[in-house]
């Protein structure tokens, strides 16, 4: 399994990016998919996941209302619209999969297998 992200850069404030990321490797359809960020100096955290049903996405405390993930099981990819950037959400961030996991560990990194190279997302003030 690989994953691939794409379309991080610069943003200002308020703006908005989305980011891909696209999966090869069969049985896409289940796995439950999601994505991490790092800032300089600061530890891995958790921004969303979602099921691989796509019935059921979570959120980052920091991230709820502004972010949205979803997925396209026809094209393997999954997504990451983020609206409203702050300075605070600069990071590289990181497409994450696993197979089926219990809703309860879908937040935390140990429950994934796979994980893609990351993308930069600079968010200037």
């Known amino acids: 399994v690989q994953l691939q992200a794409f379309w991080g850069g610069l943003v200002q404030a308020g703006g908005f990016l989305k980011l891909s990321c696209a999966a090869s490797g069969p049985t896409f359809r289940d796995w439950d998919m999601g994505w991490f960020r790092q800032a300089p100096g600061k530890e891995r955290e958790f921004v969303a996941a979602?099921?691989?049903?796509?019935?059921?996405?979570i959120y980052g405390n920091s991230v709820k209302g502004r972010f949205t993930i979803s997925r396209d099981n026809a094209r393997n990819t999954v997504y990451l619209q983020m609206n409203s950037l702050k300075p605070d959400d600069t990071a590289v961030y990181y497409c994450?999969?696993?197979?089926?996991?219990?809703?309860?560990?879908?937040?935390?990194?140990?429950?994934?297998?796979?994980w893609g190279q990351g993308t930069l997302v600079t968010v200037s003030s």
């Open positions: 979602m099921r691989y049903s796509g019935g059921t996405t």
């Open positions: 994450v999969a696993t197979q089926r996991v219990a809703l309860s560990r879908l937040a935390l990194p140990s429950s994934y297998n796979y």
